[in-house]
């Protein structure tokens, strides 16, 4: 799977993807980025991508030619490409949709807006608009991030065999939640509760069982 960003940042996005079990999902071939910078698709000698509203009202926008310029060569470049909006006013993230996102085998663009928005023109060229939940940010950047680190976690290999998302990613039950201890044995004072020290297995199932939170996996 191939994921591209478009972004006038593009800045952002390396140190966040090239870290830890992401990096090491590209280290293993399993996912690409590219990283797209918006300015680079600007209009006249200042390379222009934003203006004020018509209308009125405060704050700029996103003009629509360099968008759609910077969603029509990452289109060219990609593999069956899915582009998704980043917006506030998109549909609300979730695991299921995660789910759907991993299997689909398409190449991924992220269109990542700044200021006050964009021009709404835009979304006829994009596949769906997606938001992450109910509260204002400065931007569709660390959105698309915390899409494409939900999607690749669930990349079959990415967690290596011992985890069990690569199992669960296409069951949609619901998975449980259990506080967890690992050594010492006691930390300033707190002890480990004795069940899980006691070998039963039985008996550290039902403990768990009777602890947890349900939880969408
Ligand atoms: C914030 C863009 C506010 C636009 C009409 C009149 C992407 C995001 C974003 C941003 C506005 C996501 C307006 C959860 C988010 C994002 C930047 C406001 C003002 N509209 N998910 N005036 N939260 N945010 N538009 O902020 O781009 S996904």
């Keep these: 799977m ?6 006038l940042f593009p800045e952002m996005f ?19 980025f590219e990283y797209i910078s918006l300015r680079d698709f600007g209009l006249g000698p200042r390379k222009q991508v934003d203006d004020t509203p018509y209308g009125g009202g405060d704050g700029m926008l ?3 030619e360099p968008l759609v310029s910077a969603i029509e060569q990452a289109k060219e470049k990609a593999k069956n490409p ?32 700044r200021y006050e928005g964009y021009d709404e ?8 608009q997606i938001s992450i939940g109910d509260y204002v940010l400065t931007g569709g950047e ?8 939900s999607v690749i976690r669930l990349i079959p290999g990415v967690l290596g065999g011992e985890t069990s998302a ?12 259990y506080p967890q201890y690992t050594r010492p ?12 020290l006691s070998g039963n297995h039985g008996q550290i199932a039902k403990w768990r069982k009777e602890n947890s939170e349900k939880s969408k996996n």
Excluded: W
Aim: glycine share 4%; aromatic share 8%; with cysteine.
């Design 185 to 196: 044995e006691e930390f300033r004072d707190k002890k480990v509760p004795k069940v899980l």
């Design 142 to 149: 660390l959105p698309a991030m915390v899409i494409a680190d």
């Design 14 to 32: 390396a140190p966040v993807l090239e870290t830890s079990m992401l990096f090491k999902a590209k280290e293993k071939g399993l996912v690409e």
């Design 121 to 128: 023109r835009v979304v006829e060229y994009v596949d769906e």
């Design 62 to 64: 996103l003009k629509p």
């Design 166 to 177: 690569e199992i669960e990613s296409f069951s949609d039950g619901e998975t449980l939640e």
């Design 2 to 7: 191939k994921i591209f960003f478009i972004s």
């Design 82 to 113: 899915h582009v998704i909006l980043m917006t506030p006013r998109g549909e609300r993230y979730s695991q299921h949709k995660a789910k759907k996102l991993a299997a689909c085998n398409n190449d991924l663009i992220f269109v990542c807006a």
